[in-house]
């Protein structure tokens, strides 16, 4: 086309790639005009024409000179008034996004509340139904040791298999020892060696009570405790070995107290959900240990208030916990269970260190307890099922390597408690057959055995040794003879525990009657 006159026409270029009028622009040697920072772009991740596919480098591009051209002002900005009306858009265009944003955060504020009333609302009927299921299975339990039965796996119904989640307690018993460490056992010999060379430089107190002094013990007190309802009533007694105005008592109102003869309530101890079988003090420190039907012992620790609380739980057995003791060292306890099952605790670190399983099908363990040297354990085993007299026994464990070396045979009925003398000669068993026989730990045989009449629920020796407390429908004491010299018949219930003060100066006795009573010189 001819130019006339000078006139140059008014030529407009477009970006090949934007297709928009290029402030830089640059042709390459496709003969395509590029926005010259978008053709840079493209030949940085590929060497070709974004156009014709043919290779392109920067080499290849050539700058085009051109006037620069202002863009023209928007016409709503070209004067106040247009200004403004802009302005306001922008404001309304703000608060109807704010508002929007406030809607939607209503909104997730209302899910989220519904979901966390949910999920507490899931939670609380996980928790009643893993509760139901355990008390299902204890009671599944109970049947199968009282009918005798066969275990039967549970995770089979029909032939079809089903997942069944286990308790916390059945999932770790595999992982716990059935042996004592070497560690443990070097540690137990110690103490043991210790204990018995102290003993034999041992002598009679001269403030021992004589025989004659015990027989005329009457009722010095006598205390109202455990009294919560429906269920009432004391299930067991300890007096403290070094504060012995203390006892600790067990109570079928699921609780444990802490009393003392000048002070009376010192501290109740709140944590189990069922009867409390068991509630003992720690030898040396200011603890205690309690166990319950409900398949827990309790670890209890006093700060200078005398305020307990839980510091540890056991949560091994599978079905109630019937008793504990301390080793002489006071550095472990011990646990025995109606599952045919007992384990030791270490105190310092909470862990469970030992764990041994009764071999016999239907035996659980009523009561435990620990030689005074610590060396041997003592057991009394409770059978559920078709009566056979040899099956309740007294089994005598060995702790160096944690097995059955004595079997104490005699008794008819379940055996309810023992009690080593301090001297660590003999053995004093009860049973709810009536009787409580003496055994010889030298010998391994009974040389004695004690017709109460009624069942026997509670033994034990006075620190000599020389006297022996046995309760059952009332209150016996035996002299080192093996005669009766003292008979009480002051409570209304079956005594359910017994304990001697120091140098047998006063006796303390539990009953089902909900009372507690302190025996002395008047």
């Not at 996004?97 to 909104?107: G, M, N, P, R």
């Not at 007992?342 to 435990?368: M, N």
Request: with cysteine; proline share 4%.
């Amino acid at each position: 086309r001819r130019v006339h006159g000078g006139y140059k026409p008014n030529l407009t270029m477009f970006c090949a790639i934007s297709g928009q009028v290029p402030q830089n622009p640059v042709v390459s040697k496709t003969g395509h005009i590029f926005e010259k920072s978008l053709i840079l772009k493209h030949l940085e991740t590929e060497n070709t024409c974004p156009i014709t596919k043919s290779p392109l480098t920067q080499d290849d591009l050539v700058e085009i000179k051109t006037s620069h051209i202002a863009k023209p002002r928007v016409s709503t900005a070209s004067s106040i008034p247009g200004l403004l009306a802009s302005f306001q858009d922008e404001w309304d265009a703000t608060m109807l996004e704010t508002f929007t944003l406030k809607q939607h955060l209503d909104t997730v504020r209302q899910e989220l509340s519904h979901a966390l009333y949910q999920h507490d609302a899931a939670s609380r009927v996980i928790a009643r139904l893993i509760k139901e299921r355990d008390q299902a299975r204890q009671a599944l339990a109970s049947l199968r040791r009282q009918y005798n039965l066969p275990e039967v796996d549970v995770s089979q119904s029909n032939g079809d298999s089903m997942d069944v989640d286990q308790p916390s307690s059945a999932r770790s018993q595999s992982s716990v020892p059935s042996k004592l460490s070497k560690e443990v056992v070097v540690e137990f010999s110690d103490t043991a060696k210790q204990l018995s060379g102290q003993r034999r430089n041992r002598v009679i107190s001269p403030s021992l009570a004589t025989p004659e002094a015990i027989s005329a013990y009457s009722v010095l007190s006598s205390h109202n405790i455990h009294k919560s309802q429906p269920r009432a009533g004391i299930t067991s007694l300890q007096v403290h070995n070094r504060h012995s105005s203390r006892v600790i008592t067990g109570g079928a109102d699921n609780q444990a107290i802490i009393f003392s003869r000048e002070g009376g309530v010192l501290a109740t101890l709140s944590g189990h959900s069922d009867i409390v079988t068991s509630a003992i003090f720690h030898p040396t420190q200011a603890a205690a240990v309690t166990t319950s039907m409900d398949g827990r012992a309790l670890f209890w620790n006093s700060n200078e208030s005398n305020d307990y609380s839980v510091a540890y739980e056991v949560k091994l057995h599978t079905d109630g916990v019937s008793g504990a003791s301390f080793h002489p060292s006071g550095k472990y306890f011990t646990t025995a269970s109606l599952d045919g099952t007992w384990a030791l605790h270490d105190v310092t670190t909470s862990k469970t260190i030992c764990h041994v399983a009764e071999k016999q099908a239907g035996a659980g363990y009523r009561c435990v307890e620990f030689h005074p040297d610590g060396l041997i354990l003592g057991t009394g085993t409770m059978v559920v099922g078709p009566e056979d007299n040899k099956e309740n026994k007294v089994r005598i464990w060995d702790m160096k390597n944690s097995t059955n070396v004595a079997n104490f045979e005699g008794h008819k009925l379940p055996i309810t408690n023992i009690s080593f003398s301090e001297n660590g000669y003999y053995l004093a068993t009860g049973s709810e057959d009536g009787t409580v026989r003496l055994w010889d730990l030298r010998k391994l045989k009974n040389f004695n055995t004690l017709e109460i009449g009624s069942p026997v629920s509670s033994v034990s020796f006075d620190y000599s040794g020389h006297y022996l407390a046995v309760g059952s429908s009332d209150l016996r004491v035996f002299s080192k003879t093996w005669d009766c010299i003292l008979t009480q018949k002051v409570h209304t219930g079956d005594v359910t525990g017994v304990g001697f003060g120091p140098d047998a100066n006063f006796i303390a006795t539990t009953s089902m009657d909900q009372s507690l009573k302190f025996y002395g010189r008047s």
